[in-house]
C-alpha cells in the first residue's frame, strides 16, 4: 500500500514550464510502475508519461518532446518535468503507483495553460 501526494500545479502562460512531485508514503525503490496521468473536463483521463524501475520511461506522441519524468529513490518521489506548455495540456495532472494488482491514485493537481 501507498499514499501519493502531488504539488507543483498552477496556472502558468502557453510555451511556460512546470514541474510537478509526487511524494510517496514508502519506499518507491521496489515499485516497478509509477506513471502520471491527466484528465481534461469532460474527458477520460490519459497516461502522460510512465516510468519503470529499471527507468524504462513511456510518453503518448502528444507529450513527447516535451515531457520528462523521473523518479529519485531517495526521495520517494517522482517527478513530471512539462515544458512548452499548450492550452490542451489544461487538466488535473494525478499520480499513479501500480504495486501488484492494485493500483494507487494521488488526490490530482491542476494545471491551467492560458495567457
Known amino acids: 500500500q501507498v499514499q501519493l501526494v502531488e504539488s507543483g500545479g498552477g496556472l502558468v502562460q502557453p510555451g511556460g514550464s512546470l514541474r510537478l512531485s509526487c511524494a510517496a508514503s514508502?519506499?518507491?525503490?521496489?515499485?516497478?510502475?509509477m506513471a502520471w496521468y491527466r484528465q481534461a473536463p469532460g474527458k477520460g483521463r490519459e497516461l502522460v508519461a510512465a516510468?519503470?524501475?529499471?527507468?524504462?520511461?513511456d510518453y503518448p506522441d502528444s507529450v513527447k518532446g516535451r515531457f520528462t519524468i523521473s523518479r529519485d529513490n531517495a526521495k520517494n518521489t517522482v517527478y513530471l518535468q512539462m515544458n512548452s506548455l499548450k492550452p490542451e495540456d489544461t487538466a488535473v495532472y494525478y499520480c499513479?503507483?501500480?504495486?501488484?494488482?492494485?493500483?494507487?491514485w494521488g488526490q490530482g493537481t491542476q494545471v491551467t495553460v492560458s495567457s
Open positions: 514508502r519506499s518507491i525503490s521496489t515499485i516497478y510502475r
Open positions: 516510468i519503470t524501475s529499471g527507468g524504462s520511461t
Open positions: 499513479n503507483a501500480r504495486i501488484g494488482m492494485y493500483s494507487y
